[in-house]
């Protein structure tokens, strides 16, 4: 009886206890003095997360600092909340690098032979691509299109949930435009007007496409439901695409 | 979907650095150093004119100036995934922007001597608002008490002051450890498992977490009308 609450009784306990008031009326008033304290108590003693979040800035007055700190020392879910808070807030104050949630891809080295049919049935020869991170896969490609544009396609895959594409029906992708670097600035703003953003569903299967790419420097979001993936850096040059 | 994509573009727009022609690197460098520091200064004014002054036109700017600042610290905050299966985004900064008025208004002796020591309070604010909906999830269920042999002691009607039944906890048990221990299993919630992985300084096994919260349990059992007794003439 002695681990109530936790991992259950063993057998003979529990056969002990059906047969008997005395032990079974123990056993209750255990779990209820137990279940009482802990609804009347729990947390009772924190600081409130506000506090704590001001506490792990430095915003509060020298004893408050003090007191808290005396309490993160008893108290390991303050603790825990604490180092959360520090690595949230060693984070830059204004983002440097890309927006929060995006989880970038990087190259896989060693091609596989994972793509489906490319919808024209003309796959290039150094293509596919794949790009990974801890939980997806992503295969991308390209062919040629109309009037000097591209048709990229890829497919995104969860490495490590059995998901199929449908977990990824309906969310977006997009090609974003990066700024060109040219000498002159009537140059420039041309290049940029010229390459707006595309955006892209991704459909059950995992598939995205975008018929006609112009040439240019984008990045390739998708927006997932928990995160955003991302390829910072790709050239699309007439139909041939240089990685970065 | 549109709309999250303006968001999100703006994210970007403060995100990605700026290029800029080689040749004329140095006079941008010191175009976007003037630029920056108007901006800080811009933005410093709205704060406090927000905050210290109470202008309701500046704290309209200011939210609106700062809302996908706010939602990008959302996305970079270590507990996200969970937070955002518990809240809306939009209900992040919602509260953030209110927690940081509540923290900083009308406070005569608060001074933004920079725009990041202002922004550094609405992280705070933020982050605050994030905890705060974890432990509210976090918090293990309560039980049914109408049980014969004990009836539960009640510190108030709405029994949100634990304050004055620890106290009294602690006078019963007159051990640190044991206090220890009825402070993180009733206290933090931690089970006899987890108080060995957190402190197995203090408590080096199962057996033995078992055996002193068995003791702990009757003590405080055998002595529940003392308990109720003291509760009642607080």
Same mark, same amino acid.
């Given at each position: ?16 206890? #059906? ?14 003095? $137990?279940? #009482? ?33 005396? #309490? ?68 991308? #490609?390209?062919? $040629? $299109? ?99 | ?51 210290? /002054? ?34 809306? /985004? ?73 304050? /004055? ?12 450890? /044991? ?56």
């Amino acid at each position: 009886m002695l681990a109530f609450g936790e991992e259950g009784l063993a057998p003979e306990v529990v056969r002990h206890l #059906h047969a008997c008031m005395i032990c079974q009326r123990r056993l209750m008033q255990f779990q209820s003095l $137990s279940h #009482h304290l802990l609804a009347q108590l729990y947390r009772s003693q924190c600081p409130d997360g506000q506090r704590l979040s001001f506490y792990c800035a430095g915003l509060l007055s020298g004893e408050e600092q003090r007191q808290i700190a005396a #309490h993160v020392q008893e108290c390991p879910l303050c603790a825990e909340e604490v180092a959360v808070t520090r690595r949230f807030m060693a984070d830059p104050l204004t983002p440097t690098t890309l927006a929060p949630s995006f989880l970038r891809l990087a190259t896989t080295p060693t091609g596989r032979q994972a793509w489906h049919g490319l919808p024209d049935g003309r796959p290039s020869a150094a293509w596919p691509r794949y790009y990974h991170s801890e939980e997806f896969e992503l295969v991308l #490609h390209i062919s $040629s $299109s109309s009037a000097g544009r591209c048709a990229v396609y890829g497919q995104l895959s969860c490495v490590n949930a059995p998901l199929g594409g449908a977990a990824f029906e309906g969310r977006q992708a997009v090609l974003q435009p990066l700024k060109t670097v040219r000498k002159k600035p009537a140059e420039r703003a041309a290049a940029d007007t010229a390459l707006l953003r595309l955006t892209a569903e991704i459909d059950n299967r995992g598939m995205l496409t975008f018929p006609t790419v112009p040439p240019g420097r984008y990045m390739l979001l998708l927006h997932l439901r928990e995160r955003d993936l991302v390829i910072e850096e790709l050239q699309i040059d007439g139909c041939r695409v240089i990685w970065s | 979907m549109g709309m999250q994509t303006e968001q999100f573009s703006s994210v970007l727009e403060l995100a990605l650095p700026t290029e800029v022609d080689a040749g004329g690197a140095e006079a941008m460098s010191n175009r976007e150093a003037e630029q920056r520091l108007a901006e800080e200064r811009y933005g410093l004014e709205i704060f406090q004119r927000a905050i210290l /002054e109470g202008d309701q036109q500046a704290w309209a700017l200011l939210q609106d100036r700062f809302s996908d600042l706010v939602r990008a610290w959302i996305r970079r905050h270590p507990k996200r995934e969970i937070a955002i299966r518990l809240d809306s /985004e939009e209900n992040y900064i919602a509260q953030a922007f209110e927690r940081f008025w509540q923290a900083t208004a009308f406070k005569q002796d608060l001074q933004f001597t920079s725009l990041a020591a202002a922004l550094s309070y609405l992280r705070a604010s933020l982050n605050g608002a994030i905890m705060d909906t974890l432990r509210t999830y976090a918090r293990p269920r309560e039980a049914s008490l109408s049980t014969p042999g004990y009836e539960g002691v009640s510190v108030s009607e709405d029994g949100d002051d634990g304050g /004055e039944l620890w106290e009294i906890l602690k006078s019963l048990l007159p051990q640190r450890r /044991e206090q220890y221990l009825a402070y993180l299993l009733f206290h933090c919630g931690l089970k006899p498992r987890e108080v060995v992985r957190y402190c197995s300084q203090e408590f080096h096994s199962v057996q033995e977490v078992y055996r002193l919260r068995r003791n702990i349990v009757e003590r405080l059992l055998r002595q529940a009308d003392q308990l109720r007794w003291r509760l009642s003439v607080h």
